[in-house]
Protein backbone atom coordinates (compact mmCIF):
# COMPACT_ATOMS: atom_id res chain seq x y z
CA UNK A 1 0.00 0.00 0.00
CA UNK A 2 1.58 3.18 -1.15
CA UNK A 3 -0.92 5.72 1.02
CA UNK A 4 -1.96 7.55 -2.00
CA UNK A 5 -5.87 7.11 -2.61
CA UNK A 6 -7.78 6.78 -5.81
CA UNK A 7 -11.47 7.08 -6.07
CA UNK A 8 -13.79 5.66 -7.79
CA UNK A 9 -11.93 2.22 -8.78
CA UNK A 10 -13.73 2.22 -11.62
CA UNK A 11 -16.19 4.56 -13.82
CA UNK A 12 -18.29 3.45 -16.70
CA UNK A 13 -19.91 6.47 -18.54
CA UNK A 14 -21.03 7.58 -21.83
CA UNK A 15 -19.70 9.81 -24.48
CA UNK A 16 -20.34 13.36 -24.11
CA UNK A 17 -20.80 13.24 -19.82
CA UNK A 18 -18.59 14.44 -17.46
CA UNK A 19 -17.10 12.78 -14.21
CA UNK A 20 -14.12 13.77 -11.64
CA UNK A 21 -11.55 11.48 -10.41
CA UNK A 22 -10.10 11.90 -6.37
CA UNK A 23 -6.83 11.66 -5.27
CA UNK A 24 -5.80 12.04 -1.82
CA UNK A 25 -1.80 11.85 -1.52
CA UNK A 26 0.21 10.27 1.13
CA UNK A 27 0.54 12.13 4.70
CA UNK A 28 3.43 14.90 4.26
CA UNK A 29 3.01 14.80 0.30
CA UNK A 30 2.49 18.28 -0.90
CA UNK A 31 2.57 17.50 -4.68
CA UNK A 32 0.19 16.09 -6.87
CA UNK A 33 0.58 14.38 -10.61
CA UNK A 34 -2.53 13.18 -12.49
CA UNK A 35 -1.37 10.23 -15.70
CA UNK A 36 -3.05 8.52 -17.97
CA UNK A 37 -2.29 4.99 -18.84
CA UNK A 38 -3.42 3.76 -22.23
CA UNK A 39 -2.81 0.59 -24.61
CA UNK A 40 -1.56 3.45 -27.49
CA UNK A 41 -0.07 6.00 -25.77
CA UNK A 42 1.85 4.41 -22.80
CA UNK A 43 1.97 6.46 -19.63
CA UNK A 44 1.72 9.87 -20.01
CA UNK A 45 1.79 12.84 -17.55
CA UNK A 46 -0.86 15.10 -17.35
CA UNK A 47 -0.24 17.88 -15.10
CA UNK A 48 1.00 18.27 -11.59
CA UNK A 49 0.33 20.06 -8.10
CA UNK A 50 2.06 21.82 -5.64
CA UNK A 51 0.67 22.93 -2.39
CA UNK A 52 -2.41 24.22 -4.19
CA UNK A 53 -0.86 25.50 -7.10
CA UNK A 54 -0.25 24.42 -10.40
CA UNK A 55 3.12 23.23 -11.46
CA UNK A 56 3.48 21.85 -14.91
CA UNK A 57 1.41 20.76 -17.56
CA UNK A 58 1.62 17.93 -19.94
CA UNK A 59 -0.22 16.28 -22.61
CA UNK A 60 -3.77 17.69 -20.88
CA UNK A 61 -6.58 18.08 -23.00
CA UNK A 62 -8.25 21.17 -22.53
CA UNK A 63 -11.60 19.07 -21.90
CA UNK A 64 -9.76 18.24 -18.34
CA UNK A 65 -8.82 20.05 -15.92
CA UNK A 66 -7.63 19.60 -12.39
CA UNK A 67 -7.16 21.16 -9.21
CA UNK A 68 -5.69 20.86 -5.47
CA UNK A 69 -7.65 21.75 -2.69
CA UNK A 70 -6.21 23.36 0.83
CA UNK A 71 -6.44 19.61 2.30
CA UNK A 72 -3.91 18.90 -0.19
CA UNK A 73 -6.35 16.46 -2.09
CA UNK A 74 -6.42 16.86 -5.69
CA UNK A 75 -9.60 15.91 -8.46
CA UNK A 76 -9.58 15.66 -12.33
CA UNK A 77 -12.26 16.77 -13.96
CA UNK A 78 -12.98 15.22 -17.55
CA UNK A 79 -15.83 16.65 -19.80
CA UNK A 80 -17.60 16.10 -23.04
CA UNK A 81 -16.10 12.18 -22.66
CA UNK A 82 -15.24 10.70 -25.97
CA UNK A 83 -14.05 6.61 -26.26
CA UNK A 84 -10.60 7.41 -26.86
CA UNK A 85 -10.63 8.74 -22.88
CA UNK A 86 -11.37 5.38 -21.84
CA UNK A 87 -7.74 4.76 -20.11
CA UNK A 88 -6.38 3.88 -16.52
CA UNK A 89 -5.48 7.23 -14.58
CA UNK A 90 -3.00 7.25 -11.87
CA UNK A 91 -2.50 9.46 -9.17
CA UNK A 92 1.00 10.00 -7.62
CA UNK A 93 2.63 12.08 -4.76
CA UNK A 94 5.87 13.21 -3.62
CA UNK A 95 6.91 15.27 -0.48
CA UNK A 96 7.98 18.15 -2.52
CA UNK A 97 7.49 17.87 -6.39
CA UNK A 98 10.69 18.94 -7.55
CA UNK A 99 13.56 17.49 -9.83
CA UNK A 100 15.65 14.50 -9.09
CA UNK A 101 15.32 11.55 -7.34
CA UNK A 102 12.66 11.85 -5.07
CA UNK A 103 10.42 9.10 -5.07
CA UNK A 104 7.01 9.72 -6.49
CA UNK A 105 4.00 6.98 -4.68
CA UNK A 106 1.29 6.13 -7.10
CA UNK A 107 -2.05 5.00 -5.93
CA UNK A 108 -3.85 2.24 -7.23
CA UNK A 109 -6.04 4.11 -10.63
CA UNK A 110 -9.66 4.19 -11.33
CA UNK A 111 -9.84 2.99 -15.02
CA UNK A 112 -12.48 4.62 -16.90
CA UNK A 113 -14.47 3.04 -19.53
CA UNK A 114 -16.58 5.59 -21.90
CA UNK A 115 -19.26 3.74 -23.84
CA UNK B 1 12.88 16.90 -25.63
CA UNK B 2 13.44 13.85 -23.01
CA UNK B 3 12.53 10.50 -23.67
CA UNK B 4 12.86 6.95 -22.57
CA UNK B 5 13.22 3.68 -24.98
CA UNK B 6 13.10 0.59 -23.62
CA UNK B 7 13.20 -3.41 -25.28
CA UNK B 8 9.75 -3.78 -26.84
CA UNK B 9 8.05 -7.66 -24.63
CA UNK B 10 6.58 -9.53 -24.38
CA UNK B 11 9.48 -11.29 -22.63
CA UNK B 12 8.50 -14.94 -21.50
CA UNK B 13 11.07 -16.36 -19.42
CA UNK B 14 11.49 -20.34 -17.19
CA UNK B 15 12.37 -19.91 -13.26
CA UNK B 16 15.61 -18.95 -12.46
CA UNK B 17 16.68 -17.56 -15.88
CA UNK B 18 18.92 -14.34 -15.85
CA UNK B 19 16.85 -11.27 -16.75
CA UNK B 20 17.80 -8.28 -18.70
CA UNK B 21 15.33 -5.30 -19.85
CA UNK B 22 17.11 -2.77 -21.78
CA UNK B 23 16.55 0.98 -21.25
CA UNK B 24 18.01 4.15 -22.78
CA UNK B 25 17.44 7.31 -22.33
CA UNK B 26 17.64 11.20 -23.68
CA UNK B 27 17.80 13.97 -21.67
CA UNK B 28 19.71 17.01 -21.25
CA UNK B 29 21.92 16.78 -18.57
CA UNK B 30 22.04 14.27 -15.87
CA UNK B 31 18.52 13.20 -15.21
CA UNK B 32 17.44 10.49 -11.67
CA UNK B 33 16.58 7.60 -13.62
CA UNK B 34 13.59 5.02 -12.34
CA UNK B 35 12.43 1.31 -12.76
CA UNK B 36 8.69 0.90 -11.30
CA UNK B 37 7.10 -2.40 -11.67
CA UNK B 38 2.81 -2.98 -12.18
CA UNK B 39 1.39 -6.07 -10.85
CA UNK B 40 -1.61 -7.34 -12.34
CA UNK B 41 -4.35 -5.22 -11.36
CA UNK B 42 -2.59 -2.73 -9.30
CA UNK B 43 -0.76 0.67 -9.73
CA UNK B 44 3.13 1.49 -10.15
CA UNK B 45 5.90 0.70 -7.26
CA UNK B 46 9.36 2.16 -7.52
CA UNK B 47 11.70 -1.15 -7.82
CA UNK B 48 14.41 0.70 -7.98
CA UNK B 49 16.46 4.69 -8.53
CA UNK B 50 19.51 5.82 -9.45
CA UNK B 51 20.30 9.62 -9.19
CA UNK B 52 23.96 9.87 -10.62
CA UNK B 53 26.27 8.51 -13.11
CA UNK B 54 27.60 5.31 -12.11
CA UNK B 55 25.24 4.41 -8.88
CA UNK B 56 23.70 1.20 -9.19
CA UNK B 57 20.17 0.97 -7.66
CA UNK B 58 19.07 -2.21 -6.33
CA UNK B 59 15.66 -3.99 -4.48
CA UNK B 60 14.58 -7.46 -4.26
CA UNK B 61 17.16 -8.77 -6.36
CA UNK B 62 16.54 -6.47 -9.03
CA UNK B 63 19.89 -4.17 -10.02
CA UNK B 64 20.27 -1.59 -12.67
CA UNK B 65 23.66 0.57 -13.04
CA UNK B 66 23.14 4.55 -14.25
CA UNK B 67 25.81 4.70 -17.55
CA UNK B 68 26.23 8.06 -18.31
CA UNK B 69 28.57 6.91 -21.54
CA UNK B 70 25.66 4.96 -23.03
CA UNK B 71 22.77 6.60 -21.55
CA UNK B 72 21.38 3.83 -20.05
CA UNK B 73 19.98 2.12 -17.57
CA UNK B 74 19.42 -1.66 -17.95
CA UNK B 75 17.45 -3.54 -15.29
CA UNK B 76 18.80 -7.19 -14.67
CA UNK B 77 17.65 -9.84 -11.99
CA UNK B 78 19.90 -12.96 -11.86
CA UNK B 79 17.32 -15.59 -10.97
CA UNK B 80 13.80 -14.81 -12.00
CA UNK B 81 10.77 -16.13 -9.90
CA UNK B 82 6.92 -16.88 -11.27
CA UNK B 83 5.95 -13.91 -8.75
CA UNK B 84 8.44 -11.18 -10.75
CA UNK B 85 5.57 -11.65 -13.92
CA UNK B 86 4.26 -7.81 -14.02
CA UNK B 87 5.15 -4.98 -16.11
CA UNK B 88 8.29 -3.27 -16.00
CA UNK B 89 8.64 1.11 -16.65
CA UNK B 90 11.95 2.55 -16.89
CA UNK B 91 11.35 6.25 -16.29
CA UNK B 92 13.26 10.00 -15.86
CA UNK B 93 13.07 12.80 -14.16
CA UNK B 94 14.78 15.95 -15.32
CA UNK B 95 17.55 17.45 -13.08
CA UNK B 96 17.00 21.07 -13.50
CA UNK B 97 13.71 22.76 -13.45
CA UNK B 98 10.86 23.14 -11.38
CA UNK B 99 8.42 20.76 -12.40
CA UNK B 100 9.09 16.78 -11.15
CA UNK B 101 6.91 14.80 -13.63
CA UNK B 102 8.04 10.90 -14.83
CA UNK B 103 8.46 10.11 -17.99
CA UNK B 104 8.06 6.62 -18.60
CA UNK B 105 9.14 3.89 -21.51
CA UNK B 106 6.50 1.92 -23.16
CA UNK B 107 7.12 -1.02 -20.52
CA UNK B 108 7.85 -4.58 -20.57
CA UNK B 109 5.84 -7.13 -19.77
CA UNK B 110 7.46 -9.96 -18.30
CA UNK B 111 5.72 -13.75 -18.08
CA UNK B 112 7.75 -15.83 -16.06
CA UNK B 113 6.83 -19.89 -16.36
CA UNK B 114 7.17 -22.26 -13.87
Known amino acids: DSGVTQTPKHLITATGQRVTLRCSPR?????VYWYQQSLDQGLQFLIQYYNGEERAKGNILERFSAQQFPDLHSELNLSSLELGDSALYFC??????????????FGPGTRLLVL | GDSVTQMEGPVTLSEEAFLTINCTYTATGYPSLFWYVQYPGEGLQLLLK?????DKGSNKGFEATYRKETTSFHLEKGSVQVSDSAVYFCALRALGGSQGNLIFGKGTKLSVKP
Open chain 1, 27 to 31: SGDLS
Open chain 2, 50 to 54: ATKAD
Open chain 1, 92 to 105: ASSVTGGPGGETQY
